[in-house]
């Protein structure tokens, strides 16, 4: 019986030995993967942090090159500097890539955050986004093609699709000034290339608005583009199976005013600055042909 006992007291033990072995051996899986799951957070932790410095000193020296490719077209507008595919320039990296720069017109829609706006810009503002509601019968995806989020209040007439500019029109005039405003809008862009200055003032007499109306449409409308959609998008010199071109996107504020050069005569200047900045996966002008630009090293 002694034996007996102690045979089952010895498996017994086996068994709680075992027991204790699947035990151990589980709580050292997991500690091996919370530490991996730990290294992992950590490696991501470290990318995201590397390419916060990347983005950050990528963003500035794009503000840098930028600044400096305008200054040097400043006598021009800034649509007549760049190739017909929207390319501004490109740089010949010594890391073997080329970065091409591109800019598109990004002012033609709405701005649908009105925050920080008082009065009478506010209250224009408002009326043209209700208007455009209107037309888009509240569709979201048309009304999110139809307004931003950034940059000035004015909508470039140059490159507004209709629909922006009758909601502005009919937030200030009445139906008989608004369509007739918006026909000659048309009429005007029409003509010309489309980066050109529309000038508003004739168009404004022709249509025989109020002075009052006229400050209201000058808040809300610009004969040209002020704001730019910048496209980095860096690929190798030579083409690479699998590589993909690694793009940076943003949008620019460029205004343009007078000034004196160091020989005291009259000369434009351009301040830019970037309201946003970020890598963009995917880019509809990508595919573009390349080389026909301006390089610099």
Not at 161 to 172: C, F, N
Not at 263 to 286: K, V
Request: aromatic content about 4%; glycine content about 12%; hydrophobic content about 40%.
């Amino acid at each position: 019986m002694m034996r007996r006992a102690r045979g089952r007291g010895g498996a017994q033990r086996r068994g709680y030995a075992l027991a204790l072995v699947v035990a151990l051996s589980a709580v050292f899986v997991i500690m091996v993967a919370l530490m991996l799951d730990r290294d992992s957070v950590s490696v991501r932790a470290a990318r995201r942090q590397a390419q916060t410095y990347a983005d950050h000193h990528l963003s500035k020296g794009m503000q840098e090159g930028l600044a400096a490719w305008m200054r040097s077209n400043a006598g021009e507008p800034i649509g007549a500097a760049l190739d017909d595919d929207g390319l501004a320039f490109t740089i010949e990296a010594d890391s073997g890539q080329s970065v091409e720069v591109y800019l598109e017109q990004a002012q033609g829609t709405l701005l649908a955050d009105l925050s920080g706006l008082t009065g009478p810009a506010l209250e224009v503002g408002l009326r043209a986004l209700k208007g455009v509601v209107e037309q888009t019968g509240g569709d979201r995806a048309l009304i999110g093609r139809m307004t931003r989020t950034h940059g000035p209040l004015q909508v470039s007439v140059r490159e507004a699709p209709v629909e922006v500019l009758r909601a502005i029109a009919g937030a200030v005039l009445d139906s008989t000034k608004a369509e007739d405003l918006v026909s000659q809008i048309e009429q005007a862009r029409a003509e010309g290339e489309s980066w050109e200055r529309v000038n508003l003032g004739p168009i404004f007499t022709q249509v025989n608005v109020s002075e009052e109306e006229r400050a209201l449409l000058q808040m809300m409308l610009a004969g040209e583009t002020a704001l730019w959609r910048v496209v980095l998008q860096a690929v190798p010199r030579t083409p690479r199976p699998g590589v993909e071109p690694v793009r940076y996107g943003g949008l620019l504020h460029a205004t343009s005013g007078p000034m004196r050069n160091s020989a005291g005569e009259s000369a434009t200047q351009r301040n830019t600055g970037f309201l946003t900045w970020d890598r963009i996966e995917t880019w509809e002008g990508a595919g573009r042909g390349r080389g026909s630009g301006r390089e610099s090293r």
